[in-house]
Protein backbone atom coordinates (compact mmCIF):
# COMPACT_ATOMS: atom_id res chain seq x y z
CA UNK A 1 0.00 0.00 0.00
CA UNK A 2 1.42 3.54 -0.72
CA UNK A 3 0.70 4.60 3.04
CA UNK A 4 0.06 2.91 5.90
CA UNK A 5 -3.28 2.17 7.36
CA UNK A 6 -2.95 3.22 10.86
CA UNK A 7 -0.92 6.38 9.69
CA UNK A 8 -3.63 7.09 7.45
CA UNK A 9 -6.21 6.44 10.69
CA UNK A 10 -3.95 8.82 12.72
CA UNK A 11 -3.52 11.28 9.93
CA UNK A 12 -7.60 11.50 9.40
CA UNK A 13 -8.03 13.48 12.57
CA UNK A 14 -5.91 14.97 12.77
CA UNK A 15 -6.48 16.86 9.36
CA UNK A 16 -10.35 17.30 10.19
CA UNK A 17 -8.97 19.27 13.07
CA UNK A 18 -6.76 21.61 11.28
CA UNK A 19 -9.93 22.23 8.62
CA UNK A 20 -12.07 22.81 11.65
CA UNK A 21 -9.39 25.75 12.83
CA UNK A 22 -10.64 29.13 11.51
CA UNK A 23 -8.31 30.68 9.35
CA UNK A 24 -7.85 32.92 5.91
CA UNK A 25 -9.33 30.30 4.21
CA UNK A 26 -12.48 29.97 6.20
CA UNK A 27 -13.03 33.68 6.33
CA UNK A 28 -12.42 33.87 2.73
CA UNK A 29 -15.43 32.03 2.19
CA UNK A 30 -17.07 33.36 4.79
CA UNK A 31 -16.99 37.28 3.24
CA UNK A 32 -17.34 35.78 -0.54
CA UNK A 33 -20.93 33.67 0.73
CA UNK A 34 -22.04 37.03 2.23
CA UNK A 35 -21.15 38.81 -0.61
CA UNK A 36 -22.15 36.91 -3.72
CA UNK A 37 -24.11 33.45 -2.50
CA UNK A 38 -23.76 30.41 -1.76
CA UNK A 39 -22.78 29.13 -5.58
CA UNK A 40 -20.24 31.28 -5.57
CA UNK A 41 -18.69 30.20 -1.62
CA UNK A 42 -18.84 26.65 -2.76
CA UNK A 43 -16.41 27.73 -5.88
CA UNK A 44 -14.19 29.22 -3.66
CA UNK A 45 -14.25 26.36 -1.34
CA UNK A 46 -13.27 24.00 -4.62
CA UNK A 47 -10.96 26.91 -5.71
CA UNK A 48 -8.92 26.27 -2.14
CA UNK A 49 -8.58 22.89 -2.21
CA UNK A 50 -7.35 23.02 -5.66
CA UNK A 51 -4.49 25.22 -4.51
CA UNK A 52 -4.14 22.93 -1.37
CA UNK A 53 -3.79 20.13 -3.95
CA UNK A 54 -1.01 22.52 -5.66
CA UNK A 55 1.25 23.13 -2.68
CA UNK A 56 1.26 19.47 -1.52
CA UNK A 57 2.34 18.22 -5.49
CA UNK A 58 5.51 20.88 -4.93
CA UNK A 59 6.28 20.03 -1.38
CA UNK A 60 6.37 16.12 -2.06
CA UNK A 61 8.39 17.65 -5.78
CA UNK A 62 11.03 19.49 -3.06
CA UNK A 63 9.68 22.82 -2.23
CA UNK A 64 10.89 22.71 0.84
CA UNK A 65 14.51 21.90 -0.98
CA UNK A 66 14.30 25.10 -2.85
CA UNK A 67 13.10 27.02 0.27
CA UNK A 68 15.80 26.40 2.52
CA UNK A 69 18.05 27.46 -0.38
CA UNK A 70 16.22 30.86 -1.40
CA UNK A 71 14.20 31.94 1.96
CA UNK A 72 13.21 34.86 -0.14
CA UNK A 73 10.45 32.69 -2.12
CA UNK A 74 8.46 32.70 0.84
CA UNK A 75 8.49 36.91 1.37
CA UNK A 76 7.69 37.19 -2.28
CA UNK A 77 4.71 34.49 -2.15
CA UNK A 78 3.65 36.23 0.83
CA UNK A 79 3.68 40.18 -0.54
CA UNK A 80 2.01 38.53 -3.51
CA UNK A 81 -1.12 37.71 -0.86
CA UNK A 82 -0.73 40.66 0.51
CA UNK A 83 -1.58 42.65 -2.40
CA UNK A 84 -4.16 40.32 -3.85
CA UNK A 85 -5.93 40.74 -0.88
CA UNK A 86 -6.20 44.03 -0.49
CA UNK A 87 -7.19 44.19 -4.09
CA UNK A 88 -10.13 42.02 -3.21
CA UNK A 89 -11.35 44.47 -0.24
CA UNK A 90 -11.20 47.44 -2.75
CA UNK A 91 -12.99 45.63 -5.60
CA UNK A 92 -15.71 45.15 -2.69
CA UNK A 93 -16.10 48.28 -1.35
CA UNK A 94 -16.64 49.77 -5.09
CA UNK A 95 -19.29 47.14 -5.76
CA UNK A 96 -21.46 49.10 -3.78
CA UNK A 97 -24.62 47.81 -2.20
CA UNK A 98 -25.80 44.84 -3.86
CA UNK A 99 -29.55 44.65 -5.37
CA UNK A 100 -31.60 42.29 -5.23
CA UNK A 101 -31.22 41.35 -8.44
CA UNK A 102 -27.70 41.16 -9.01
CA UNK A 103 -25.94 38.42 -10.04
CA UNK A 104 -24.04 36.33 -7.63
CA UNK A 105 -19.73 36.08 -8.85
CA UNK A 106 -19.57 34.40 -11.21
CA UNK A 107 -18.54 30.45 -10.46
CA UNK A 108 -15.23 30.09 -12.37
CA UNK A 109 -14.40 33.70 -10.63
CA UNK A 110 -14.93 32.37 -7.07
CA UNK A 111 -13.19 29.24 -8.11
CA UNK A 112 -9.96 31.62 -9.68
CA UNK A 113 -10.50 33.90 -6.59
CA UNK A 114 -10.34 30.85 -3.71
CA UNK A 115 -7.40 29.03 -5.62
CA UNK A 116 -5.34 32.57 -5.55
CA UNK A 117 -6.07 33.36 -2.23
CA UNK A 118 -4.72 29.95 -0.84
CA UNK A 119 -1.64 29.53 -3.54
CA UNK A 120 -0.61 33.19 -2.41
CA UNK A 121 -0.72 32.20 1.41
CA UNK A 122 2.94 31.27 2.80
CA UNK A 123 1.39 29.96 5.69
CA UNK A 124 -0.30 27.33 3.96
CA UNK A 125 2.98 26.25 2.24
CA UNK A 126 4.63 26.27 6.01
CA UNK A 127 2.18 23.88 7.28
CA UNK A 128 2.26 21.71 4.53
CA UNK A 129 6.02 20.97 4.92
CA UNK A 130 5.38 21.00 8.59
CA UNK A 131 2.72 18.94 9.48
CA UNK A 132 2.41 16.52 6.21
CA UNK A 133 5.85 15.27 6.48
CA UNK A 134 5.47 13.92 10.24
CA UNK A 135 2.85 11.02 8.40
CA UNK A 136 5.36 10.16 5.49
CA UNK A 137 7.35 7.19 5.20
CA UNK A 138 10.62 7.62 3.91
CA UNK A 139 10.40 4.07 2.72
CA UNK A 140 7.79 4.24 -0.05
CA UNK A 141 7.07 6.00 -2.96
CA UNK A 142 6.98 10.34 -1.44
CA UNK A 143 4.69 11.87 -3.59
CA UNK A 144 2.14 9.60 -4.03
CA UNK A 145 1.78 10.11 -0.06
CA UNK A 146 1.91 13.84 -0.25
CA UNK A 147 -0.70 13.55 -3.03
CA UNK A 148 -2.98 11.52 -0.63
CA UNK A 149 -2.77 13.39 2.40
CA UNK A 150 -3.84 16.39 0.51
CA UNK A 151 -6.23 14.81 -1.13
CA UNK A 152 -7.69 14.32 2.75
CA UNK A 153 -7.09 17.78 3.61
CA UNK A 154 -8.71 19.55 0.21
CA UNK A 155 -11.86 17.20 0.83
CA UNK A 156 -11.99 18.37 4.48
CA UNK A 157 -11.91 21.77 3.80
CA UNK A 158 -13.67 22.03 1.05
CA UNK A 159 -16.87 20.59 2.87
CA UNK A 160 -16.31 22.72 6.29
CA UNK A 161 -14.97 26.04 4.03
CA UNK A 162 -17.94 25.13 1.90
CA UNK A 163 -20.54 25.12 4.55
CA UNK A 164 -19.37 28.27 6.29
CA UNK A 165 -19.55 29.85 2.91
CA UNK A 166 -23.22 28.48 1.84
CA UNK A 167 -24.14 29.71 5.91
CA UNK A 168 -23.30 33.02 5.26
CA UNK A 169 -24.30 33.26 1.72
CA UNK A 170 -28.11 32.25 2.37
CA UNK A 171 -27.88 34.63 5.14
CA UNK A 172 -26.41 36.88 2.59
CA UNK A 173 -29.11 36.93 -0.17
CA UNK A 174 -32.09 36.51 1.88
CA UNK A 175 -31.49 40.11 3.52
CA UNK A 176 -30.38 41.25 -0.04
CA UNK A 177 -33.73 43.53 -0.35
CA UNK A 178 -32.28 45.79 2.63
CA UNK A 179 -30.22 48.54 1.21
CA UNK A 180 -28.35 49.13 4.80
CA UNK A 181 -27.37 45.90 4.86
CA UNK A 182 -26.39 45.21 1.65
CA UNK A 183 -24.35 48.28 2.08
CA UNK A 184 -22.60 46.44 4.87
CA UNK A 185 -21.73 43.28 3.20
CA UNK A 186 -19.25 45.82 1.07
CA UNK A 187 -17.92 46.58 3.82
CA UNK A 188 -17.80 43.79 5.66
CA UNK A 189 -15.76 41.47 2.96
CA UNK A 190 -13.80 44.58 2.91
CA UNK A 191 -12.62 44.43 5.95
CA UNK A 192 -12.14 40.42 6.27
CA UNK A 193 -10.43 40.63 2.78
CA UNK A 194 -7.88 43.74 4.36
CA UNK A 195 -7.79 41.80 8.29
CA UNK A 196 -6.65 38.36 6.33
CA UNK A 197 -3.77 41.17 4.39
CA UNK A 198 -2.59 42.36 7.57
CA UNK A 199 -2.08 39.48 9.24
CA UNK A 200 -0.22 38.34 6.53
CA UNK A 201 1.96 41.48 5.96
CA UNK A 202 2.99 40.87 9.29
CA UNK A 203 3.14 37.36 9.38
CA UNK A 204 6.32 35.73 11.78
CA UNK A 205 8.45 32.83 10.82
CA UNK A 206 8.64 29.89 13.19
Same mark, same amino acid.
Given at each position: ????????????????????????????????????????????????????????????????? &?? !?? @? *??? %?????? $?? +? #???????????????????????????????????????????????????????? &?? !?? @? *??? %?????? $?? +? #???????????????????????????????????????????????????
Amino acid at each position: MIVDPLTLLAFIPAGLALNLTPGADMMFCLGLGLRSGPRSALAASAGISAGGIVHVTLAGLGLAA &AI !AA @L *PVL %LDIIRW $LG +V #GYLLWLAWGALRMGPMRPDAPALGVARAFREGMLVNLLNPKVILFVLAFVPQFIDP &AR !AI @L *PQF %LIFGLI $LA +V #GGFVINGAVGVFAGGLGRRLATSPRFTRGLGLASATIFAALAARLAFMQRS
